[in-house]
């Protein structure tokens, strides 16, 4: 069975560099549980509040990703410029982003442990640009996202944008998640 | 083969191993704390089955550190979870909150209790686990489901990473600090500069400092997005580590032909006293560049800036002085904590030298380093700016969106904390 979507779709989300995970999800809402359902929708809430305001939501900013009485955002992609996620190891990242409905960033780079977080924890797709794409998607723009052919489609501007190719990381997110990719490897039993 | 090659080889059963390569390996000790612990451990339970036992208790650390002196409900329930687990499971290496094993902030408290031995493999749930190759071995920071799979089978996957080496040539003047020299590195390659890659350490200048000195360095090579920081063990590490372990360990070095990224040289005597401005540990300026801004708070803490060493650089400069703006003292471990209180500088205990001068004594925890519940200690709310000697300085970091961080060594803390404004060790160093 294969767990990525072959097209995923919705409306873009845009930010700049180095935004961290303590804007991510900020620190102060770590304390929540992660399954307890009436908490982890706290999750959905803070995606992406610790962003300053002026950088929430290019070119514009002011906007937030989850307004403040929503549990999920109306984003579905988050296009972001270098080094997305960097920073702090948590997982409450990737989870936070997944959690408000976000299936997949496009990010030119990002921190190692976001990546492996979001990738080992099935919780979205983190694509890598082929160049800059901050200044060329606006937020709100409609996208779309082939994932197996790797190219992403503003239907608002009609640009297309090739994407690097997803490499060995794809067999853990087709798996799902690590477990399910360590399973298969007969790694561990099932 | 580099250090971080050979470790990884090792561990993989394997002869040799090359960078890009994605091996499976296996982990000498996972550490996990309040934060990243309850979530670990409900993955672990999803995945294996609520009565599953962790593959290995004696290779289980749990060190609760984040959110520890705090009224919220939810903060305690964490550090409660992490006890009924470790009760269930028989963890002999828990340290719990309220009892005399609590120790404090995780990175220190590795090295302090033994669990950094050369040669091994160590995994934490925390991205500065970068920390404990300062020991010469390999060490890096993971998620709760990486964490999870190991809690079951001992195992991780890990892509080889690249080494970048930095030497360190000199001896290093008494106004600088390993704080300046890390700070530096980061300025030049930028907070991506080590992405995805080991940052092997080396030199004159780097066997010359202490082993709290060597983790400051490994400690923030995750804010150049290192892998790893890691440097080679030598007589002082086996010293450290013999009188805390009887564990037995392996020193691994880099062979002379090891391949690496890049090299970089630095000659410390031409070096001089910097900051990362905010909001980012790249942003460097000298301090002579930026003196005689104005501040509102001065913090001395963390797994970066608040192990002995640093508290007594600071106590240097602050005895028979007053701090002019709200300075808050963080001792990283109860045993540092103990320690403020037996160790002197020019006859004084370190505790009295900064209380006489009116700063702020904090209980050991990562307290305001990030941020934290509201009722956190030294936690910012507005628009403070702050020098401090932790390790990151991204926007909220501290608490407030609006504060902006000045990232230091404590001797540059210490120097400021007693004028109010962005001071040069230099100016005040005798
Ligand atoms: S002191 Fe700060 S950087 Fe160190 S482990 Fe605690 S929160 Fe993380």
Same mark, same amino acid.
């Given at each position: 069975?294969?767990?990525?979507?072959?097209?995923?779709?919705?409306?873009?989300?845009?930010?700049?560099?180095?935004?961290?995970?303590?804007?991510?999800?900020?620190?102060?809402?770590?304390?929540?549980?992660?399954?307890?359902?009436?908490? !982890?929708?706290?999750?959905?809430?803070?995606?992406?509040?610790?962003?300053?305001?002026?950088?929430?939501?290019?070119?514009?900013?002011?906007?937030?990703?989850?307004?403040?009485?929503?549990?999920?955002?109306?984003?579905?992609?988050?296009?972001?410029?270098?080094?997305?996620?960097?920073?702090?190891?948590?997982?409450?990242?990737?989870?936070?982003?997944?959690?408000?409905?976000?299936?997949?960033?496009?990010?030119?780079?990002?921190?190692?442990?976001?990546?492996?977080?979001?990738?080992?924890?099935?919780?979205?797709?983190?694509?890598?640009?082929?160049?800059?794409?901050?200044?060329?998607? !606006?937020?709100?723009?409609?996208?779309?996202?082939?994932?197996?052919?790797?190219?992403?489609?503003?239907?608002?501007?009609?640009?297309?944008?090739?994407?690097?190719?997803?490499?060995?990381?794809?067999?853990?997110?087709?798996?799902?998640?690590?477990?399910?990719?360590?399973?298969?490897?007969?790694?561990?039993?099932? | 083969?580099?250090?971080?090659?050979?470790?990884?080889?090792?561990?993989?059963?394997?002869?040799?191993?090359?960078?890009?390569?994605?091996?499976?390996?296996?982990?000498?000790?996972?550490?996990?704390?309040?934060?990243?612990?309850?979530?670990?451990?409900? @993955?672990?339970?999803?995945?294996?089955?609520?009565?599953?036992?962790?593959?290995?208790?004696?290779?289980?650390?749990?060190?609760?550190?984040?959110?520890?002196?705090?009224?919220?409900?939810?903060?305690?329930?964490?550090?409660?979870?992490?006890?009924?687990?470790?009760?269930?499971?028989?963890?002999?290496?828990?340290?719990?909150?309220?009892?005399?094993?609590?120790?404090?902030?995780?990175?220190?408290?590795?090295?302090?209790?033994?669990?950094?031995?050369?040669?091994?493999?160590?995994?934490?749930?925390?991205?500065?686990?970068?920390?404990?190759?300062?020991?010469?071995?390999?060490?890096?920071?993971?998620?709760?489901?990486?964490?999870?799979?190991?809690?079951?089978?001992?195992?991780?996957?890990?892509?080889?990473?690249?080494?970048?080496?930095?030497?360190?040539?000199?001896?290093?003047?008494?106004?600088?600090?390993?704080?300046?020299?890390?700070?530096?590195?980061?300025?030049?390659?930028?907070?991506?500069?080590?992405?995805?890659?080991?940052?092997?350490?080396?030199?004159?200048?780097?066997?010359?400092?202490?082993?709290?000195?060597?983790?400051?360095?490994?400690?923030?090579?995750?804010?150049?997005?290192?892998?790893?920081?890691? @440097?080679?063990?030598?007589?002082?590490?086996?010293?450290?580590?013999?009188?805390?372990?009887?564990?037995?360990?392996?020193?691994?070095?880099?062979?002379?032909?090891?391949?690496?990224?890049?090299?970089?040289?630095?000659?410390?005597?031409?070096?001089?006293?910097?900051?990362?401005?905010?909001?980012?540990?790249?942003?460097?300026?000298?301090?002579?560049?930026?003196?005689?801004?104005?501040?509102?708070?001065?913090?001395?803490?963390?797994?970066?800036?608040?192990?002995?060493?640093?508290?007594?650089?600071?106590?240097?400069?602050?005895?028979?002085?007053?701090?002019?703006?709200?300075?808050?003292?963080?001792?990283?471990?109860?045993?540092?904590?103990?320690?403020?209180?037996?160790?002197?500088?020019?006859?004084?205990?370190?505790?009295?030298?900064?209380?006489?001068?009116?700063?702020?004594?904090?209980?050991?925890?990562?307290?305001?380093?990030?941020?934290?519940?509201?009722?956190?200690?030294?936690?910012?709310?507005?628009?403070?700016?702050?020098?401090?000697?932790?390790?990151?300085?991204?926007?909220?970091?501290?608490?407030?969106?609006?504060?902006?961080?000045?990232?230091?060594?404590?001797?540059?803390?210490?120097?400021?904390?007693?004028?109010?404004?962005?001071?040069?060790?230099?100016?005040?160093?005798?």
């Amino acid at each position: 069975m294969d767990s990525m979507k072959p097209i995923i779709q919705g409306l873009a989300y845009v930010v700049g560099d180095a935004v961290d995970t303590d804007q991510i999800i900020p620190a102060e809402h770590l304390v929540y549980s992660l399954t307890v359902p009436e908490e !982890r929708r706290w999750y959905g809430r803070y995606a992406l509040s610790g962003v300053p305001a002026d950088g929430q939501g290019l070119p514009s900013g002011g906007r937030p990703f989850t307004e403040p009485d929503a549990y999920e955002s109306r984003y579905r992609i988050v296009v972001a410029g270098t080094n997305f996620g960097c920073g702090s190891s948590r997982e409450h990242a990737p989870f936070a982003l997944a959690e408000a409905g976000c299936e997949a960033v496009v990010a030119e780079s990002y921190a190692r442990i976001f990546y492996r977080n979001a990738v080992d924890g099935g919780f979205l797709v983190p694509f890598e640009a082929r160049e800059r794409l901050v200044e060329r998607i !606006r937020t709100g723009d409609a996208l779309a996202i082939d994932t197996a052919l790797g190219t992403l489609s503003n239907r608002t501007t009609g640009e297309d944008f090739l994407l690097h190719p997803l490499g060995d990381v794809a067999e853990i997110l087709r798996a799902g998640n690590v477990f399910e990719y360590a399973r298969r490897a007969g790694f561990i039993g099932s | 083969m580099t250090i971080t090659e050979k470790i990884i080889a090792r561990h993989a059963g394997r002869e040799r191993v090359a960078p890009g390569e994605n091996v499976w390996i296996d982990v000498d000790v996972l550490m996990t704390h309040d934060v990243c612990g309850p979530p670990t451990i409900d @993955i672990f339970k999803r995945e294996f089955g609520e009565d599953a036992r962790v593959w290995d208790p004696d290779k289980v650390v749990l060190l609760p550190d984040h959110y520890i002196f705090t009224k919220n409900h939810h903060a305690n329930r964490n550090v409660r979870l992490l006890r009924e687990f470790a009760e269930a499971q028989g963890l002999p290496h828990f340290y719990d909150v309220g009892t005399p094993r609590y120790k404090g902030v995780c990175h220190v408290a590795l090295a302090e209790e033994g669990f950094n031995r050369p040669g091994s493999v160590l995994i934490g749930t925390d991205s500065h686990t970068c920390t404990s190759g300062a020991f010469g071995l390999f060490s890096t920071g993971v998620g709760n489901t990486d964490a999870a799979l190991i809690l079951g089978t001992g195992k991780i996957w890990v892509k080889v990473p690249e080494t970048m080496r930095f030497v360190f040539e000199g001896s290093l003047p008494p106004y600088l600090m390993a704080k300046d020299l890390i700070l530096a590195v980061i300025g030049d390659i930028g907070c991506d500069g080590a992405t995805y890659r080991a940052m092997e350490f080396d030199g004159e200048a780097v066997y010359d400092l202490s082993m709290e000195e060597r983790m400051t360095l490994t400690n923030m090579a995750i804010e150049a997005g290192g892998k790893n920081g890691v @440097i080679a063990a030598d007589a002082k590490t086996v010293e450290y580590v013999q009188a805390r372990t009887d564990a037995p360990f392996e020193v691994v070095f880099s062979d002379e032909a090891a391949r690496y990224h890049s090299v970089r040289h630095y000659d410390v005597a031409t070096m001089e006293p910097v900051v990362a401005k905010p909001h980012r540990p790249d942003n460097r300026a000298a301090v002579s560049a930026v003196a005689g801004t104005r501040l509102d708070r001065a913090y001395v803490g963390s797994c970066t800036g608040g192990k002995l060493e640093d508290f007594e650089a600071a106590a240097r400069i602050v005895q028979g002085q007053e701090v002019v703006i709200d300075t808050f003292i963080v001792p990283a471990t109860t045993e540092i904590a103990a320690a403020l209180h037996t160790t002197t500088v020019g006859g004084e205990t370190l505790y009295d030298i900064f209380e006489r001068a009116g700063c702020k004594m904090g209980r050991s925890s990562c307290a305001a380093c990030l941020g934290g519940p509201p009722d956190t200690f030294g936690r910012t709310h507005g628009s403070e700016v702050v020098i401090s000697t932790t390790n990151r300085n991204f926007p909220g970091r501290m608490g407030s969106k609006q504060a902006s961080v000045y990232l230091a060594s404590p001797l540059t803390v210490a120097a400021s904390a007693c004028t109010g404004v962005i001071t040069d060790p230099r100016a005040v160093l005798v």
